[in-house]
């Protein structure tokens, strides 16, 4: 039986794609010489920064914690020219997250209450596509019509015909469909804090990955 005869071709897709929804990333840290306290402080700033965002829209599902943490804290200093360190708290940290479809009159409501909270949150924000999955998909179906179109091209040149696809290689990784963050930064001080109005309009993302398909020839 003869051996069947295979080309190899690797196709690439790339994409535009304009980001859909906005992320906003608030973060409360401290530290604390006790404890328990820690713990305390960390839900009274969260809590806070939930009662500051209520009128904005969001209820209690929609804050996301995506990093808690307490953890013992040193500081070092010098003895008689010897390095020590001595305990000086626990540090605490809490890092939330909300979404919402990007509007941009929202989005400065929640960053005009975030800088007026008394919880003194650190906060940024960015921009990412919801349906992932649907730009994936459409990512790679573009990679497999671009291998498509250069082997007709070669089987042409070469005087074959293609037949039917004997093996697509994927190797299933990571598309980041996220824009990059922009950090907002906030001076807190006495004074009355303005309202933050934005125009702000998100470059499109840009993605591409390949697909190596493996065709027969005749």
């Known amino acids: 039986m003869d051996a069947v005869r295979t080309i190899q071709v690797t196709g690439k897709g790339s994409i535009k794609v304009a980001p859909d929804m906005t992320r906003i990333t608030m973060t409360v840290e401290g530290v604390c010489p006790d404890y328990a306290e820690a713990l305390r402080l960390t839900a009274d700033k969260t809590e806070k920064i939930k009662t ?61 209450a975030l800088a007026r909270s008394s919880a003194k949150p650190g906060f940024r924000f960015g921009f990412f596509v919801k349906d992932a999955e649907k730009v994936k998909n459409e990512l790679l179906g573009k990679a497999v019509t671009d291998s498509a179109a250069k082997a007709k091209a070669l089987t042409a040149a070469a005087g074959v015909t293609l037949g039917d696809i004997v093996k697509i290689d994927y190797s299933w990784g990571r598309v980041d469909v996220d824009f990059g963050y922009k950090d907002y930064d906030v001076q807190y001080g006495d004074g009355e804090i303005p309202e933050c109005h934005l125009e702000l309009t998100p470059e499109n993302v840009e993605m591409s990955d390949t697909v190596t398909v493996v065709w027969e020839i005749k």
């Open 52 to 112: 500051c965002l209520w009128p904005q829209g969001f209820t209690s599902t929609d804050f996301k914690t995506r990093r808690f943490n307490v953890e013992t804290r040193y500081e070092s200093y010098t003895d008689n020219g010897a390095y020590r360190q001595r305990f000086i708290g626990y540090g605490y940290t809490h890092e939330l997250i909300v979404e919402f479809p990007s509007d941009n009159e929202r989005l400065g409501g929640i960053l005009s």
